[in-house]
């Protein structure tokens, strides 16, 4: 790709106060404003801005495309044919070539000292805890999500996400736009509906009620169980959601699309099930508890014997299994006729809740079993309407 093109592009977030604007003379003559601003952690805990900016100085436009950084050192390529990346002189954002056409790189420049740092992002799309902070930004006049590791403990998990990100783009898991493992940054789609922990309130909003339907509804907790399908059969093996261990938690992993589809959003926590070398998962070194998380994963000697991971057995991807009628129920709701897919559906949910892990159907079962239901369920309303009229 000409990246002369590119250079119009430009990451910007939102910030309480008004910007500063920088503008530099591109070739052609032609004046190009950039703007980024987003505020990262340094190891002392203070806050700092930083502003993206794409345009590269006057006359490197050869050595960028030549696979040059501008300031003499190797650019990282990234895409089909990638090749390690060589080290940069600062942070580059590595922006997916699928969606970009091409390897290119964007460097990410710090703001001067003594610029603006009350920048606070406009929308969390993950909570802090979880060890990053997510920026509302835009680029290319597009909205996207900007997330920036916040604690250099959980790296390892930050960049086990990162990872799956680019091993796993398809139609069920969040766009990756771009990452820069230097920075600790992963640019991402934004979407405006959020997690999928707030589709109540998104459909008691005026303008989304018409789609609060057993219809719908069903084709959300079908995309759900596509997912655990696409996971249990990744490129990569048979993977396991691990950050479930309640309800919330696991809806927090999710995002409601703008059409009204389910895709997944964290991957930091997938391990892989390996049947050929008995290889078995456990989510996290701690006790679980409740109802919601399988049979196999509570503490099973009892409480006079105190918890040790050591001690605790491995399992497998049944777990996934077993939480799918506590999910799909969040997601039929309470609307007229939900109760009528409860009924269709409550044999194949009977066997997810099987306390032997062997027992339960696979994430295959479950899926063609919904599609199932789907189109009876729409044959009959259809029929009926034909007969009314």
Not at 234 to 240: D, E, I, K, N, Y
Not at 310 to 321: G, Q, T, V
């Amino acid at each position: 790709m000409d990246w002369k093109r590119e250079s119009s592009g430009k990451v910007r977030g939102k910030a309480l106060q008004k910007p500063r604007k920088e503008s530099r003379k591109m070739p052609g003559g032609r004046e190009v404003a950039r703007k980024m601003w987003a505020r990262n952690l340094d190891e002392g805990g203070a806050r700092r801005s930083r502003r993206h900016g794409d345009a590269a100085p006057g006359g490197q436009e050869r050595a960028r495309a030549q696979g040059r950084a501008p300031s003499g050192g190797a650019a990282a390529l990234h895409g089909p044919h990638e090749r390690p990346p060589l080290p940069l002189p600062r942070p580059a954002l590595h922006l997916a070539p699928a969606l970009h056409g091409g390897p290119h790189t964007l460097p990410l420049r710090p703001l001067p000292d003594g610029a603006d740092e009350q920048l606070l992002p406009v929308a969390v799309l993950r909570a802090a805890e979880d060890g990053s902070e997510v920026f509302l930004s835009e680029w290319k006049e597009r909205k996207v999500a900007l997330s920036r590791l916040t604690r250099l403990e959980v790296r390892d998990d930050f960049l086990h996400g990162l990872r799956m990100l680019k091993s796993l783009q398809s139609e069920h898991v969040v766009t990756l736009l771009g990452y820069c493992e230097d920075d600790n940054s992963i640019l991402t789609e934004y979407h405006p509906l959020g997690p999928l922990s707030s589709l109540e309130a998104t459909l008691n909003l005026s303008k989304y009620r018409s789609t609060n339907t057993w219809q719908h509804r069903l084709q959300l907790a079908l995309g759900y169980v596509a997912i655990i399908d696409f996971l249990h059969r990744s490129p990569l093996g048979t993977l396991v959601m691990c950050d479930s261990s309640d309800l919330p938690k696991t809806l927090s992993q999710y995002l409601l699309t703008a059409n009204f589809s389910i895709v997944l959003n964290d991957l930091d926590a997938l391990p892989l099930v390996n049947r050929s070398t008995g290889a078995l998962v456990k989510c996290g070194h701690r006790e679980l508890r409740g109802d919601f998380v399988a049979p196999e994963q509570l503490w099973p000697y009892g409480e006079d014997v105190p918890f040790h991971d050591d001690l605790m057995p491995a399992y497998d991807e049944k777990i996934d299994i077993w939480k799918i009628p506590d999910v799909s129920s969040f997601l039929l709701g309470h609307v007229e006729g939900s109760d009528m897919v409860r009924f269709h559906l409550f044999d194949i949910h009977k066997a997810c809740k099987s306390q032997t892990p062997a027992e339960r159907p696979t994430a295959q079962d479950v899926l063609d079993t919904y599609q199932k239901v789907l189109h009876l369920l729409r044959d009959t309303a259809t029929s009926q309407t034909r007969e009314m009229l």
